[in-house]
C-alpha cells in the first residue's frame, strides 16, 4: 500500500519561529510537492521537486524554502513563521511531474502560528 | 490564473439522490481529467479520472463525463449516501493545479 507520511499532525508555533514539516514517502516517487490548503481557496502549490536536490517554485513559494536530500523525503522550511502562515499543508508524491496520473497525498500538517 | 473552475462551492443532496459537480477548463490542450476525494483530516485521494478519448467512465455508483465543445468535466454521484459526505476537487493536468473544491454534505 503506498504511503505518504507527514511527520507531524499538529504544530503550534510563534510569530518569527523557523517551523520543519517532513514528508516520507515510499513508493519511489521521483516527484515530490508541497501545498497548503485555506478555505475557500483550495490546493495552492507551494514548491515542487522532480529530483534529489532540485526544486521548482509554485504559486505561492514566498516566505517558504525546501530542501530534498534524499529521494524519499521533502522538507518544507518556514524560515520566519508569521501568521497569515497558519494553513492545513499538504505533502504528495507522483510518478508523473505534469499531474498527467495518480498524486498520492500525506494526511496533513495542520500548523498554527501565535 | 485559474486553470480549472470548479462548482458549486458546496451543495447540500439527501441521501438516494445525485450529486452533480462540474469543473471548466479553458486549455483545450489538456488531456486528463482527474476528480480527488478528501474527508476531513485526510489528504485528498484520486477518485476517478478520464481521458478524452471517452465521454464517459463510471466507477460504481461515480461516474465522470466529458464535454469537449462546453470545455467541462463533470463528477455524478449517482444513490448518494452520507459516507459520500467529503470535499471534491478537479484538477488541471500540467500544471498541478486544482479546483477551489465542493463540500458535499449527503443527509441522511
Known amino acids: 500500500d503506498v504511503k505518504v507520511t507527514q511527520s507531524s499532525r499538529y504544530l503550534v508555533k510563534r510569530t518569527g519561529e523557523k517551523v520543519f514539516l517532513e514528508c516520507v514517502q515510499d513508493?519511489?516517487?521521483?516527484?515530490m510537492f508541497w501545498y497548503r490548503q485555506d478555505p475557500g481557496l483550495g490546493l495552492r502549490l507551494i514548491y515542487f521537486s522532480y529530483d534529489v536536490k532540485m526544486k521548482e517554485k509554485g504559486d505561492i513559494p514566498e516566505g517558504y524554502s525546501v530542501s530534498r536530500e534524499k529521494k524519499e523525503r521533502f522538507s518544507l522550511i518556514l524560515e520566519s513563521a508569521s501568521t497569515n502562515q497558519t494553513s492545513m499543508y499538504l505533502c504528495?508524491?507522483?510518478?508523473?511531474?505534469?499531474?498527467?496520473?495518480?498524486?498520492?497525498f500525506g494526511e496533513g500538517s495542520r500548523l498554527t502560528v501565535l | 490564473q485559474q486553470q480549472v473552475k470548479q462548482s458549486p462551492q458546496s451543495l447540500i443532496v439527501q441521501k438516494g439522490g445525485i450529486s452533480i459537480i462540474n469543473c471548466a477548463y479553458e486549455n483545450t490542450a489538456f488531456d486528463y481529467f482527474p476528480w480527488y476525494q478528501q474527508f476531513p483530516g485526510k489528504g485528498p485521494a484520486l477518485l476517478i479520472a478520464?481521458?478524452?478519448?471517452?465521454s464517459e467512465k463510471k466507477e460504481g455508483r461515480f461516474t465522470i463525463s466529458f464535454n469537449k465543445s462546453a470545455k467541462q468535466f463533470s463528477l455524478h454521484i449517482m444513490d448518494s449516501q452520507p459516507g459520500d459526505s467529503a470535499t471534491y476537487f478537479c484538477?488541471?493536468?500540467?500544471?498541478?493545479?486544482f479546483g477551489k473544491g465542493t463540500m458535499l454534505l449527503v443527509s441522511p
Open positions: 484538477a488541471a493536468p500540467y500544471t498541478l493545479t
Open positions: 504528495a508524491s507522483s510518478f508523473y511531474v505534469t499531474n498527467t496520473g495518480e498524486l498520492f
Open positions: 513508493m519511489d516517487h521521483e516527484n
Open positions: 478520464i481521458r478524452p478519448d471517452v
